[in-house]
């Protein structure tokens, strides 16, 4: 599960930034709440395969 969360961190941490390249208004704030609302969206979800996530 660990590494499961280390990927998907790796993963908006990429994300974020080129929402802020190219939405430069985001705030730290509105993408760590982006985030936290994409964790509890996808983690949930697939508890057995984590790999399988769209």
């Known amino acids: ?3 499961f969360a ?3 961190l790796l993963f908006l941490t990429f994300t974020v930034n080129a929402q ?3 939405q430069p ?9 982006k985030i936290e609302k994409l964790i ?3 983690a949930p ?6 790999g399988n996530i769209s």
Do not use: E, G, L, W
Request: glycine share 0%.
């Open 25 to 33: 208004h985001i705030t730290d704030k509105q993408a760590v709440k």
């Open 1 to 3: 599960m660990k590494r």
């Open 40 to 42: 509890s969206s996808c």
């Open 45 to 50: 979800r697939h508890p057995a395969n984590p």
């Open 6 to 8: 280390n990927i998907i």
């Open 20 to 22: 802020k390249s190219s």
